[in-house]
């Protein structure tokens, strides 16, 4: 007969295999088959442990919201140089173009128009694209997802990246995943996202 070990909480697995081995659970009376179960089970909680402590790898974001221009190898050139945003951004008249044509498809009011900045969904300062139209949205200048705090957030991660405190990937995972709950504090933010 097989035992069915539940997954525990991470806390408790790793409580339950961090302690001394004589406290360890005792598998020798397990059959063989249950052997493989358990295994099954013990690298499975292990890697759901690794991702919670965040040393999983990062992802790659989706290509068409990036330059490939820029890589972890060519931040010092790309990124990481002085007035790059500035050389590699459309002319302001492009910008203000795409920026309607994005409030008349989202049906804003063009009397509302000055409440939205277009945004870039990667920023340029982390390797988004500039002219890809999939990398292009508007959103509003204020609220905790706004454009302002978008845009100091990229400031930093940005020099976070190019002191080599973060690699590139994960500025970019964290741009795309949930920012404004994990940098709730920009005041003096750290280059681990509290």
């Known amino acids: 007969m097989c035992f069915n070990y539940p997954l525990l909480s991470l806390r408790h697995l790793a409580v339950a295999f961090l302690a001394r081995p004589d ?8 059959p063989h088959h249950c052997h493989r179960r358990y295994h099954r089970r013990v690298t499975t909680a292990w890697l759901l442990l690794a991702l919670a402590a965040g040393s999983a790898p990062v992802h790659a974001q989706k290509p068409e919201l990036l330059d490939p221009r820029v890589t972890q190898s060519t931040i010092v050139d790309t990124i990481c140089r002085p007035g790059y945003a500035d050389d590699v951004l459309p002319p302001f008249d492009t910008l203000q173009r795409q920026k309607e044509q994005l409030l008349k498809q989202r049906r804003v009011d063009p009397e509302d128009a000055s409440d939205y900045a277009l945004d870039h969904r ?10 890809a139209a999939a990398n ?10 706004g454009q302002r705090r978008k845009e100091r957030l990229a400031v930093f991660l940005k020099r976070c990246v190019c002191t080599g405190d973060m690699p590139l990937a994960a500025a970019q995972a964290a741009m795309a995943g949930d920012w404004p709950n994990r940098f709730r504090n920009l005041s003096s933010p750290t280059c681990s996202g509290s």
């Open 23 to 30: 406290r360890r659970m005792n598998r020798r009376y397990l």
């Open 122 to 131: 990667m920023p340029i300062l982390l390797g988004g694209s500039p002219t």
């Open 136 to 145: 292009l949205d508007i959103r509003r200048w204020d609220g905790r997802a």
